[in-house]
């Protein structure tokens, strides 16, 4: 049976989370794509490392609770929990400091055992009428 943590889309979330946006150097191509909601697509493994840093100030206590990983080749997918609490504006949400949990999907295209490009689907209906204000 596979071992979550042990795939590439777990280590970059976990990473991610940690705020150690430097592992992305050894999970995301550096021309990786990530198609995200809220204006949040990045075109590049230094764009994206931009957005987790903007998102953990804002947010220092953001989680990706992997739920479960399906591989297929080189693609992985997994069904996340993400928490949090928006402590200050990010992505065109405002820092009201009420907390949210929402689900997401995370489909990612590997190259070479690296992210070359992914899609995160979340469900931003729930995260807006949590964090609202």
């Known amino acids: 049976m596979l071992d979550p943590r042990q795939t590439v889309v777990f ?3 976990a990473s991610g989370d940690a705020g150690d946006v430097d592992a992305f150097d050894d999970l995301l191509h550096a021309d990786a794509v990530v198609h995200a909601p809220l ?3 990045t075109a590049s493994a230094a764009e994206e490392k931009a ?3 903007d998102g953990l100030k804002a947010m220092p206590d ?4 992997v739920q479960e990983v399906v591989v297929d080749g080189d693609v992985e997918m997994a069904r996340v929990v993400v928490t949090g609490t928006m402590g200050a504006g990010f992505a065109g949400l405002e820092g009201t400091g009420r907390s949210f949990r929402i689900d997401q ?3 990612t ?7 070359i ?3 995160e689907i979340a469900d931003i209906a729930a995260l807006r009428e949590q964090v609202a204000g």
């Open 11 to 13: 280590r970059w979330l």
């Open 39 to 41: 204006g949040l697509s």
């Open 51 to 53: 957005v987790w840093q």
């Open 62 to 65: 953001l989680r990706h609770e």
């Open 105 to 107: 999907a995370v489909i």
């Open 109 to 115: 295209h590997l190259r070479d055992g690296k992210v």
């Open 117 to 119: 490009e992914a899609w």
